[in-house]
């Protein structure tokens, strides 16, 4: 299962670029935890005080998922247990309207801020699940840096960053570094064991990885 916008057909030089990022991996070294104002593990009975009936209501298997697009033009998926209700994964998308919107991470805007400050932020790399680094999507390739919160292990969030086709061009050329062309485009919030499920349960983990706060 894929929230992200995906692309269809696979851009040959993306592959490149991934690799490069995984090895970077393996060397490098708002209202608190929540997404307009929702959290994982509470009730998906709790979405109208969001103040809107979501524009999409989806269901796969055992899970049921719903889109909101936001008054800032930016777009908020919620995916919950359909028998429980309970919220597994939530994921705010840039609705591209204007770089440098605040993202509910405090200090970090949607389309401004960039990997190479993700990982100033929080001192290290983070971890990625190794089937689900990153993948192409309608603009350009999205890479995916994962924390856990010191709050909750259990809990996992995701910052998205997406390199633009041209850019993805320049970095393979070596004419612009990776980790300044990535932007940041999502947000994801999510519950390890689901993660676990749709992206696969090995992972790789930065040699200086700690978790991080989110206040």
Known sequence: MTHLR????FHPRFGLLVARYATAMLSATASAQSLSGLRIGESISSTPRLGA???????AGPF?????TLGNGNQLSITAVAQTGRIVYMESDWGKRQAGSPSDFPGLAFGSTTLRDIRKHFGNNGFAFRAHVGFPTSDGTALFNCYQLTASASTVVAFVTIISGQQGEEVLANKLVGEDAAKLDALILA?????ETIWGKEKIFDGSYRPIGWK
């Open 191 to 195: 519950d390890m064991p689901y993660l």
């Open 64 to 68: 049921v998922m719903k889109k909101w």
């Open 53 to 59: 009936p979501p524009d999409e209501t989806n269901q």
């Open 6 to 9: 995906v692309r269809s057909g």
